[in-house]
């Protein structure tokens, strides 16, 4: 009698957890994910991702959904400028229209792209993780908040920076790194904000000061997302309704150029406060049998070295292909992660590096050594 497959759960819908998914599908072996969000569209995504041709496009191309890719993908928003607080322009590398090194695509796009791929079922809504038992032989009994259960020879903890598997495995906890983001959507902007849409461009544009700035992010539909950086303690503005929030990052960013601060005049929302946070550079833990992280779960960074979703499909490609390959599961486990820990760390320190290059003390003449350095990797870029 053959062996049956192992009974494989992920915890988490994000770009990880699906991307694993896909490629196990791919070689014929099941998988049921388990997210959180009440269905596809429970919440918004966010702005949008780079995925890069050494790491998310190697994913995507395992997944068998790289043509899909770049035909929703925008290389346009590969270009890149550094503006001073005043506007100017110290830095600016536009991209070419067939530029792949890493095309920019909404998260909510992606999203579509990877759950479109999946065989129906495969991912179970509305489930949220109370508690992981070990059962012994790696094997986990999943206990859920609605009553449910089920059991698994594998899980895996794809569930982000507040990851409830993780604990299984490593007591580190993210850390604030110092700086906190205000998020600011601006929407139909090539009509209603011409100006400010010709200073950002097609791209991510980071207008910096010392300590401080304003990140802008082209999204597709005309909209653009806007993070105000600043360094502050990590419940920094908690009490702070909407309406202040403006006023109080009006005051902070008085020194910019007209043309930025509308971004914060104009800004229709969501005003949401985030405290960037980051588990330790290095990260790692002693291999246990039945249980692994991908993605944030196991190596949480900064924004700042554009690496966070490309190492997570990365780590859910290779993870998955593994597993596939044959021979005993938790050998396939254990040599997933001695591979990805130090590929990990190496982003990690990049990004340690680079939130201090930009909102740092030392403002914009920092930030043009980090930027140079991101454009001195692509190839095609000048």
Known sequence: MPTPPPRIAVIGG????????????????????HERDRDPVDRAQGGSLDLHRDSGQVALTAAGLLDEFFAASRPEGQALRLLDRAGTVLLNAPADPDDRFKPEIDRGELRALLLGSLEPGTVEWDRRLRAAVPLGDGRHRLDFT???????????????????????????EPAHSGVVFVDVVLTDVDRAHPELAELIGHGMTFALDEGKGLL????????????????????????LDRGALRAVLLEMFADFGP?????????????????????????RWRHRPGVTLLGDAAHLMSPFAGQGANLAMLDAAELAERIAAGGPLDEAVA?????????????????ATGIE??????????????????????????
């Open 14 to 33: 994000g770009p990880a957890g699906l991307t694993f998914a896909r490629v196990l599908q791919r070689h014929g072996l099941p998988v049921t994910v």
């Open 146 to 172: 609605d009553g449910r259960s089920t059991t698994c020879d594998l899980l895996v903890g794809a569930d982000g920076a507040r990851s409830a598997v993780r604990p299984l495995l490593s007591d580190a």
């Open 216 to 239: 802008a992010q082209r999204n597709s539909g005309g909209v653009i997302r806007v993070h105000a950086a600043f360094r502050a303690p990590s419940d920094w503005g908690r009490d």
């Open 259 to 283: 043309v930025l601060r509308d971004v914060l005049h104009r800004g229709e929302g969501p005003f949401d406060v985030r405290a960037i946070t980051a588990l330790p550079v290095g990260h």
């Open 335 to 351: 040599a997933y992660e001695e591979r990805m820990f130090p590929r990990s760390a190496e982003a990690a320190a990049r990004a």
């Open 357 to 382: 290059d930009c909102i740092g003390p030392g403002g914009p003449a920092h930030a043009f050594a980090h930027f140079q350095a991101i454009t001195a990797g692509n190839p095609q870029r000048t």
